[in-house]
């Protein structure tokens, strides 16, 4: 049975860092595109770093320089470094996977997600 499970989330001041993690079992542990979106209250969710089957990463552009994506090389555990945290930041973070092995940040290619886990940074 396929499933992702988050972890690492938290709150934190504005200018610290988080580093969140994802355990995929199943079917993702085989190998596939992975990535990380957010969703803020109110706003939808948006896409913010992807890596492929192949180890290609793609980050959003709001989060180059601060938040960077890795992948363990069993691509069994996903990874976010997220940096210089800012209060905007504070949302619930998703980790999902793809079938396709060259996915793109549309979360409509991805087919299995975790529950989240609450990201808070405080001014």
């Known amino acids: 049975q396929e499933q992702l499970v988050e972890s690492g989330g938290g709150s934190v001041q504005a200018g610290g860092s988080l580093r969140l993690s994802c355990a995929a079992s199943g079917y993702m542990d085989v190998g596939s595109s992975m990535a990380w979106f957010r969703q803020a209250p109110g706003k939808e969710r948006e896409g913010v770093a992807l890596i492929n089957y192949y180890g290609a990463t793609t980050h959003a552009d709001s989060f180059k320089g601060r938040f960077l994506i890795s992948r363990d090389m069993a691509k069994t555990t996903l990874s976010l470094q997220m940096n210089s945290l800012k209060p905007e930041d504070t949302a619930i973070y998703y980790c999902?996977?793809?079938?396709?092995?060259?996915?793109?940040?549309?979360?409509?290619?991805?087919?299995?997600w975790g529950r989240g886990t609450q990201v808070t940074v405080s001014s």
């Open positions: 999902a996977a793809s079938r396709s092995p060259l996915a793109t940040l549309n979360p409509r290619e991805f087919v299995f």
